[in-house]
């Protein structure tokens, strides 16, 4: 599995169910690397997105403690029941989205973490786990600084070790 992710200086990542930031070069970056994937998220995620439906073009899974939730995807209640629905599938085909519960749970299950960081320390109440801090894993790939809008970030890919 793989997990990609959009974080600020102290690794946060969202603030009252939204996104930090929105960057049209980090939106174009998640779509190349989750177009035609599996993608896994929270039932809050789902419901951040555009209209609160599922991103096309992508196999997307939720993952809710909410039994009778329903949305136009897969829909699993726990850990153990999405790894069966994902066993058969290609790890490397399959992208956790968020959002910090659900990024908890799986990233013991992530080889790869694709990791868009800003450079700047934001208003945020949901975290990601800094794998700076994280001896298992190494910094395998480092872009050039970008601007948007004001904000400066860059791609930085993650492997386990």
Request: glycine content about 8%.
């Amino acid at each position: 599995m793989k997990a990609i992710v959009v974080v600020d200086k102290n690794w946060g990542i969202g603030r009252d169910k939204k996104l930090l930031v929105h960057l049209p070069g980090d939106l174009k970056y998640f779509k190349e690397h989750t177009l035609g994937k599996t993608i896994v998220m929270g039932r809050e995620t789902l419901e951040s997105l555009p209209g609160g439906r599922p991103l096309l073009n992508r196999n997307n899974i939720v993952l809710t403690r909410n039994k009778g939730y329903r949305a136009d995807c897969s829909i699993c209640h726990s850990k153990e029941e999405l790894l069966k629905m994902v066993k058969d599938e290609n790890t490397e085909e399959v992208f956790i989205i968020g959002g910090e519960k659900v990024y908890k749970q799986f990233l013991p299950y992530c080889d790869t973490c694709y990791v868009t960081k800003i450079d700047k320390t934001l208003d945020a109440d949901k975290f990601f786990y800094n794998l700076d801090e994280d001896e298992n894993f190494s910094v395998v790939y480092e872009s050039g600084v970008i601007e948007e809008d004001g904000t400066r970030y860059k791609f930085v890919e993650y492997r386990r070790k």
